[in-house]
């Protein structure tokens, strides 16, 4: 296990978290390539994960094998997140997000991300970090579109 300089987030190797939740390196490579995770990466390219990460997993992992969701229906879960809303953008910065109209694809994967974004590591925005839970999502969900009239 690897720690960052400063921080106290422990950053577990692929290897052991695939050990951790049963599953293959290649599995959470697809998740990776999904879109579902961001692991950080060493100066060797290799994939580390943080206890955030180990949260989001576990939510997947949940969705999969308890509510039978794929991970096209994940994904589509995690781009209803509002992130406009997580982290204030303008109207003039959502313009020219595609976050704000793409409609199948999380914030952190989108090409052009507002201004606000751009030069951000997505692992760190509030967005993801938030959002690394079942229950977070559920609340973050239910509390926008309440607050838009819409539940």
């Known amino acids: ?18 050990k951790i939740f049963d599953i293959s390196v290649a599995t959470l490579r697809l998740y990776e390539a999904e879109g579902l995770i961001i692991p950080h990466k060493s100066k060797g390219g290799h994939r580390l994960f943080t206890d955030v990460d180990l949260d989001r997993i576990h939510c997947i992992r949940d969705m999969i094998d308890e509510k039978g969701l794929n991970l096209a229906g994940i994904r589509m879960m995690l781009s209803a997140i509002p992130c406009w809303e997580l982290k204030p953008c303008s109207l003039e910065e959502r313009q020219s997000c595609d976050a704000y109209y793409e409609s199948n694809s999380p914030c952190w994967m989108v090409e052009n991300k507002a201004e ?7 692992s760190q925005c509030p967005v993801y970090t938030q959002s690394n839970n079942c229950t977070n999502i559920k609340m973050i969900l239910k509390k926008y579109w309440r607050a838009k009239g819409n539940g």
């Open 1 to 18: 296990m690897e720690e960052k300089k400063g921080q106290k987030n422990v950053l577990y190797p692929i290897g052991m978290v695939a």
């Open 116 to 122: 606000i974004c751009t030069n951000e590591d997505c």
